[in-house]
Nanobody, 126 residues
Framework: QVQLVESGGGLVQAGGSLRLSCAAS????????MGWFRQAPGKEREFVAG????????LYADSVKGRFTITKENAKNTVYLQMNNLKPEDTAVYYC???????????????????WGQGTQVTVSS
């Protein structure tokens, strides 16, 4: 059973930065595509960023492109989300997720992912 544990959330002022981490255990992390999603109150969970198993391909939501960076460190079984120039609209619970299917596919829909973390709160004040 794969377990994902997020950390690094918190309260930050607009324009600030945070780095989220997601540590994986119990599976073959190096073979997983990883994604970050977020969910704000009253809204659906949305894709934020994703990275393929080798780190060779990354995708970002338009709303975070140029501000967020996803990286994957297979030796540490950890995926990161560096968030810069944060905005109040980035406030949400952030989740990491693992996809164990095709090596060359990077899903954008939450239902395509197999494993989920418990989430970490990010709050950006104006």
């Amino acid at each position: 059973q794969v377990q994902l544990v997020e950390s690094g959330g918190g309260l930050v002022q607009a324009g600030g930065s945070l780095r989220l981490s997601c540590a994986a255990s119990g599976g073959t992390f190096s073979s997983y595509t990883m994604g970050w999603f977020r969910q704000a109150p009253g809204k659906e969970r949305e894709f934020v960023a994703g990275i393929t198993w080798s780190g060779g391909t990354t995708l970002y939501a338009d709303s975070v492109k140029g501000r967020f960076t996803i990286t994957k460190e297979n030796a540490k079984n950890t995926v990161y989300l560096q968030m810069n120039n944060l905005k109040p609209e980035d406030t949400a619970v952030y989740y990491c997720a693992a996809y164990s299917g095709s090596f060359w596919y990077l899903p954008l829909k939450s239902y395509e992912y197999d494993y989920w973390g418990q989430g970490t709160q990010v709050t950006v004040s104006s």
